[in-house]
């Protein structure tokens, strides 16, 4: 990090801390979050957390605080030992306005939040290195009531100052946010980053250039595990092909989330909105969607249906979604793996998806177009591998489908799309051959050059098939690799092994090509 002459850091310790302080000394730190908030920051600032403290009933919440891209605002932790807590147990009120309905007229579009850390126009800004809860006790809040509360780990919001610019959450450990299941666009569930209509008619349009989502592990949370970029301005989205042009002005740029662990969470697991080429790589999403079903997800009223999926892209334009682990997605009416939803451009690849109970990927409606899907690994998802509902089109080529026992190719009630499937194994996993149901509910699938393994029948237009029956040496070993209860090898300790070490005080940049794509161009 660059050094800044004349930065200011501020201490905050919940054992040796007094309000009275000025904060600056580590011999004399302030000791609650709502005194650090208040200060203004300038560029290369900082907040400093004791490692080892725990804030009880106490929120961070940061307004119109400013860095430069060359020197950041950093809000981390100082000392040695486990890293800080802010429990926020329902505090950090604060009310959510986007001013207009949103995409579906029954999405919330306005109320109450609870934010344990609340970045509000805020740019250059970097937080790090904290534990974060939002669970409150509250006596006589049933679990899935309809206006419970909306509770969010880190809620991120830019409004008023036109575009906020590199926002990084690096290496953060959230859990035990409670919040709205019902409640989608609302900022509701570990990590969740929006744009609301500015308060003043001439204001620029409200959105984000970087954000970058990094190295977190996110789990027990309702309802987004990470969301990132709905907007006010999606009325600006409608239609097929999104132009590079409208997105770019109405939508965000820059936004990079990877390596991140998600699990055990109310509804979907990660989803970038409304974003212009957006690289979601090196994440894994686990038992997602755990709160969408008929024994949770029962008073909803008008808010719409029971939908949520692990990894998928909203609304965006030419996403890339790479190198990325999802299982385990509950049983709702999508619960796939991968979900190309009303986007231009979206890109799956070098993915390994199993034990997914709605599939391995959809293809969601007519506003979903110019799909690939290549280079991935389905392995034992159930429903249905394949959902091209009502797509124009999805390219689907050099994938590995292996099939458990009993499921087909395309789910049912999830089709009537088009599709190219060419060049892939298919391969049926059970002792004795399937029914390949190839068109299943669609007259839109085509079928090229694909290996068919223990199929009683193959597609008539595949003249390129490679046929194999049961027995023939197809694959090595295809049934091995993460069983039912072998998820740990993908373990939160494997991703909370960045515990502060030593004084933290420095930080350097952090390796991967990803970093020099969030940067902002000179």
């Known amino acids: 990090m660059c050094q800044v002459e004349n930065k200011t850091i501020y201490y905050v310790s919940d054992k040796l801390g007094n309000d009275t302080n000025a904060g600056t000394k580590r011999d004399r730190p302030l000791r609650s979050l709502e005194a650090a908030g208040s200060r203004k920051l300038n560029p290369g600032d900082e907040i400093r957390l004791e490692c080892g403290s725990v804030f009880r009933n106490q929120s961070l919440h940061l307004i119109n605080q400013r860095g430069t891209k060359d020197s950041p605002i950093v809000i981390g932790c100082y ?13 950090g009120l604060w009310y959510q306005n986007y001013q207009a309905a949103l995409d579906s007229p029954y999405h919330t579009w306005k109320g109450y939040v609870s934010s344990a850390v609340l970045l509000y126009d805020c740019e250059c800004i970097t937080v790090e290195g904290l534990e974060i809860t939002n669970n409150p006790d509250m006596k006589g809040e049933i679990y899935n009531q309809a206006d419970k509360m909306n509770r969010t780990g880190v809620a991120v919001v830019v409004q008023n100052m036109g575009t906020a610019r590199n926002i990084e959450l690096s290496n953060l450990y959230i859990h035990h946010v409670k919040g709205n299941v019902y409640d989608k666009h609302l900022n509701n569930g570990g990590i969740y980053c929006t744009a609301l209509k500015p308060q003043k008619t001439e204001a620029p349009i409200a959105r984000y250039d970087g954000l970058y989502i990094h190295h977190c592990v996110v789990e027990d949370c309702s309802r987004w595990g990470i969301a990132a970029g709905y907007t006010y301005t999606n009325a600006f989205f409608s239609g097929t092909k999104l132009s590079r042009e409208t997105v770019e002005k109405y939508g965000h740029t820059r936004v990079v989330i990877e390596h991140n662990f998600v699990r055990r969470i109310g509804g979907d697991g990660i989803t970038p909105m409304y974003c212009l080429e957006p690289l979601i790589q090196f994440n894994v999403a686990a038992d997602t969607a755990n709160e969408i079903n008929d024994k949770v997800y029962t008073f909803a009223g008008e808010r719409g ?3 949520a999926a692990a990894i998928w892209p909203w609304k965006c334009k030419d996403a890339l979604l ?6 385990h997605t509950c049983d709702n009416q999508d619960g796939q793996a991968w979900d190309a939803d009303s986007g231009d451009g979206t890109i799956y690849q070098y993915n390994y998806s199993h034990n997914n109970a709605g599939g391995c990927v959809m293809f969601c409606e007519a506003e979903s177009v110019n799909n690939i899907f290549r280079h991935n690994i389905s392995m034992l ?3 249905g591998v394949i959902n091209p509902a009502k797509n124009p089109d ?6 590995t489908f292996i099939l ?16 190219l499937v060419e060049k892939n194994i298919i391969y049926n ?5 399937a029914d390949g149901d190839w068109y299943h509910q669609t007259e839109y699938a085509k079928y090229r050059g694909n290996l068919y393994y223990n199929f009683k029948d193959i597609p008539s237009e595949d003249e390129e098939a490679i046929v194999k029956m049961a027995g023939d040496r197809v694959l090595e070993a295809p049934l091995e690799g993460p069983r039912e209860t072998e998820g740990e090898i993908y373990s939160r300790e494997k991703f909370l092994g960045f515990e502060p070490v030593g004084d933290c005080m420095e930080r350097g940049d952090l390796p991967g090509a990803s970093v020099d794509s969030f940067r902002e161009k000179e």
Request: no cysteine; net charge negative; hydrophobic share 25%.
């Open 79 to 91: 000392g040695e030992g486990k890293r800080p807590v802010i429990e926020a147990q329902g505090t």
């Open 305 to 307: 249906g029971k939908t």
């Open 322 to 327: 790479q190198y990325n682990e999802a299982y």
């Open 381 to 383: 998802d159930k429903g």
């Open 394 to 399: 999805a390219h689907i080529y050099h994938n």
């Open 404 to 419: 458990a026992p009993g499921v087909p190719f395309i789910r049912d009630n999830m089709s009537g799309g088009h599709m």
């Open 429 to 433: 996993s059970a002792e004795e051959p």
